[in-house]
């Protein structure tokens, strides 16, 4: 996590809100959830692995194939969740993002616009992919909530 953002560590350490954190590939996705005795299972759900406790930052770690479900269930169970990830600061959003399934989205809306099939406005639409980015990729944080992800 970019050290140097104090919201995000502040949204990393509270205690209410859970958080899913991914990482730069292959660095696993890391999950903080209030405490349950039975979060081991729970965060594990149906899969054949198993998620591993990081002591240093009382998180789960998780596979990144783990992500989009991670979130769902996470939704479902808390009623929302933040979800901090890396995003290109100046990437513009494109109609493939509005189009995306799931919750990884890298483009300058930070997942506003994706999924939405078209977000409205007086977007001037040059291709499916139109995209160009300016920049260091940078972490940043949104908050979902149960009824914004239906």
Sequence with gaps: MDAQD?????IWRQKVVP??????????????????????????????????????????????SWFDELIERTLRKFGKVYVIQLF?????CAPACWKAKGFHCECSCMGANHGSGHP????????????FQWGPRKYSCRLITADAAR
Excluded: M
């Excluded at 104090?6 to 502040?10: A, I, K, S, T, V």
């Excluded at 290109?88 to 513009?92: A, G, P, R, S, V």
């Excluded at 409205?120 to 995209?131: D, Y």
């Design 120 to 131: 409205g406005g007086r977007w001037h639409e040059v291709s499916e992919t139109f995209a």
């Design 19 to 64: 958080v899913v954190y991914r990482q730069v590939r292959p660095e696993p996705v890391l999950l903080r959830i209030p405490y349950a005795p039975n979060n081991f299972e729970w965060v594990r759900g149906e899969k054949r692995h198993k998620p591993d406790w990081n002591a240093k930052f009382k998180c789960w770690e998780t596979p990144v």
């Design 88 to 92: 290109k600061e100046h990437q513009k």
């Design 6 to 10: 104090p919201r995000l560590r502040e």
